[in-house]
């Protein structure tokens, strides 16, 4: 099969960035494709960094230090973008007007004044495919309460709970970082961080929060500056927003959690779903498994737990009885972005995209309600104008 071949540069040569190199290399592992991305050129003020792509990405040609460089390299079609929240409104507005594909972290944003320029963006150049980067959805547990939620199979939907923790934060010798000031990630703290994952599923499934009310903790106060003395902590370690959802024929209350300090927790995401007829449960701490309770009135209520088999969105070289890991669930997540350049939204092999910036400006009206409601100490409503 003679594959397209889709151009990349990557601008933040970290974790992540490196995370999309090695998606590429393994592109082999998926089939039936017809797309695939070639990393061409990178950009990162840390020599160092670039480096590392130049030393093992051999289809890498140019390192570029400005980022306005490799926006201005005509051999590049489409971006990836992984820098500190206050340098997303620039560097993701020139990637939309250079006409770039551009898939960007999250929150798309420092904060929503940030977040509505960008969108502004988006709708100048409606040929551009932009989106933010999330990738627990892609495991083949979550794709199947996915179809089920899709097939409205959970009746009335009594509550929705939903989070993304880890525990590295829990060392107090941990060094402080930019996550950790609020002029580099901004005042969300980890909701600006770890939110957008979370909010991904209930925002595609259209269960907007009308209201919230927020917990925000601050539990490390100061942290090592890496000069021998020590820094504080401005941003939020944990956070914990009640919501309430209000659809056109039901309302219900859902719990969203992101955690910095979560004790036990190596990188936890995970969303549970009570309904009258269904219930059910997907946590990466059990990737493999998928929790269901289906429910008949007068019936009996017990909980099935089964093996999710390797049935990805993509299909892939991996036997069903194989075991399904966060590489795959980027690679499944990079397959869906190249599929909707190619392809376009409705013409993608499988019907699951990124997430949208859509969903992104509705992380921002939450997180935003959200200071506001700690502040005050109150629940506040949430304003989705047209949107809701």
């Known amino acids: 099969m003679e594959k397209r071949i889709i151009t990349f540069g990557v601008i933040g040569c970290g974790l992540m960035g490196k995370e999309f190199a090695s998606a590429a290399a393994r592109w082999c592992h998926l089939t039936g494709v017809d797309f695939e991305p070639r990393i061409v050129a990178v950009c990162d003020a840390n020599p160092t960094a670039a480096q590392w792509f130049q ?13 306005r460089e490799l926006l201005a390299d005509d051999d590049v079609e489409a971006i990836y973008c992984a820098v500190p929240h206050n340098l997303h409104e620039q560097i993701y507005i020139d990637i939309i007007a250079a006409g770039k594909h551009l898939l960007g972290e999250k929150p798309f944003g420092i904060d929503r004044a940030a ?127 009640a919501c309430d959802v209000k659809t056109a024929d039901q309302q219900f209350p859902m719990v969203l959690s992101m955690k910095r300090i979560a004790p036990g927790h190596a990188n936890t995401w995970f969303i549970r779903i009570q309904g009258t007829k269904l219930s059910a449960e997907f946590s990466t701490k059990n990737p493999k498994q998928v929790a ?21 969105a993509y299909s892939t070289i991996t036997g069903g009885i194989f075991e399904f890991g966060f590489s795959d669930s980027i690679l499944q997540m990079w397959a869906a972005f190249c599929d909707e350049i190619v392809h376009g939204k409705e013409g993608m092999q499988q019907p699951f995209s990124c ?34």
Not at 55 to 67: G, I, K, T
Not at 116 to 128: G, K, L, M, Q, R
Not at 366 to 385: N, P
């Open 55 to 67: 030393d093992n990405v051999p289809s890498v040609a140019r390192a570029y230090s400005d980022y």
């Open 115 to 241: 977040n509505e320029a960008i969108s502004a963006a988006i709708s100048d150049y409606p040929h551009v495919v932009v989106r933010s980067s999330s990738e627990f959805p892609f495991f083949p547990g979550v794709q199947q309460i996915i179809k089920w939620v899709e097939e409205e199979r959970f009746g009335r939907i009594i509550e929705v709970e939903a989070g993304f923790w880890h525990s590295s934060d829990l060392d107090p010798g941990k060094p402080i970082n930019w996550k950790r000031r609020i002029a580099t990630n901004g005042e969300y703290g980890c909701m600006g961080d770890l939110g957008l994952h979370v909010l991904h599923l209930p925002l595609r499934f259209g269960w907007k929060p009308a209201s919230v009310c927020a917990l925000l903790n601050k539990i490390m106060e100061e942290r090592p500056d890496g000069q021998g003395g020590m820094a504080p902590c401005e941003t939020w370690d944990n956070a914990i927003l």
């Open 292 to 312: 269901s309770l289906p429910y008949e009135p007068g019936g009996q209520q017990a909980w099935h737990v089964v093996d999710a088999p390797y049935q990805s």
């Open 355 to 388: 997430a949208l910036p859509e969903e992104a400006s509705g992380s921002h009206r939450l997180f935003t309600a959200a200071l506001e409601s700690h502040k005050t100490g109150s629940t506040v409503a949430i304003d989705w104008g047209n949107e809701g």
